[in-house]
T-cell receptor, first 111, second 114 residues
Framework: EDKVVQSPLSLVVHEGDTVTLNCSYE??????LLWYKQEKKAPTFLFML????IEKKSGRLSSILDKKELFSILNITATQTGDSAIYLC???????????FGKGTKLTVNP | SAVISQKPSRDICQRGTSLTIQCQVD?????MFWYRQQPGQSLTLIAT?????????ESGFVIDKFPISRPNLTFSTLTVSNMSPEDSSIYLC???????????FGPGTRLTVL
């Protein structure tokens, strides 16, 4: 059965800190890994990664995939209180559009 | 991307009743999905809604409990039937604009069953 594991489950930091969120996956015929930010109800799309070693970047957020070691990281630099959210990682296997989600990392950024 | 709306945004229902959730997209999409997020849990796929064919349900979810309609390429409904308190969850629809690309989520429906 496909599985996605995120760590840590929760994290509390101060504004300005840099954080790294981890996501490991076991997905049959892996095709892509997606990161989302969930603040209230709806997850907001952040990144989709398909190739190893190619960093995707958007402002203070960046992410990279390692297909050999089966993991991805999401980095947030110079954190702000508005970064407080649950960050979800999801894997997708070949032959299906289905996403398998991890339990998420709850990030709290204190002023 | 796609702009997705869901109705209702929240509801409180009595045990044994049914609720239909609507999902509307601003563009034609092939794939629409329905997820459930129980309190404190991550997202679990209920089913994939294909236009012109029956929905494909994941293990643990059945059509009698979660009937789905997909009458066209911009609209889908999910019904939660014969509800119990265990059905209290956030229900989310999502779409893929093109195959194997990003999935975008609607704003969700927060359902509480008493």
């Amino acid at each position: 059965e496909d599985k996605v594991v995120q760590s840590p489950l929760s994290l509390v930091v101060h504004e300005g800190d840099t954080v790294t969120l981890n996501c490991s996956y076991e997905v049959t015929n892996f095709r892509s890994l997606l990161w989302y930010k969930q603040e209230k109800k709806a997850p907001t799309f952040l990144f989709m990664l398909t190739s190893s070693g190619i960093e995707k970047k958007s402002g203070r957020l960046s992410s990279i995939l390692d297909k050999k070691e089966l993991f991805s990281i999401l980095n947030i630099t110079a954190t702000q209180t508005g970064d407080s959210a649950i960050y979800l990682c999801a894997g997708r296997g070949g032959g299906s559009e289905k996403l398998v989600f991890g339990k998420g990392t709850k990030l709290t950024v204190n002023p | 991307s796609a702009v997705i709306s869901q109705k209702p945004s929240r509801d409180i229902c009595q045990r044994g009743t049914s609720l239909t959730i609507q999902c509307q997209v601003d563009s034609q999409v092939t794939m629409m999905f329905w997820y459930r997020q129980q309190p404190g849990q991550s997202l679990t796929l209920i089913a994939t809604a294909n236009q012109g064919s029956e929905a494909t349900y994941e293990s643990g979810f059945v059509i009698d409990k979660f009937p789905i309609s997909r009458p066209n390429l911009t609209f889908s409904t999910l019904t939660v039937s014969n509800m119990s308190p265990e059905d209290s969850s956030i229900y989310l629809c999502s779409v893929e604009v093109s195959s194997y690309n990003e999935q975008f989520f609607g704003p969700g429906t927060r359902l509480t069953v008493l």
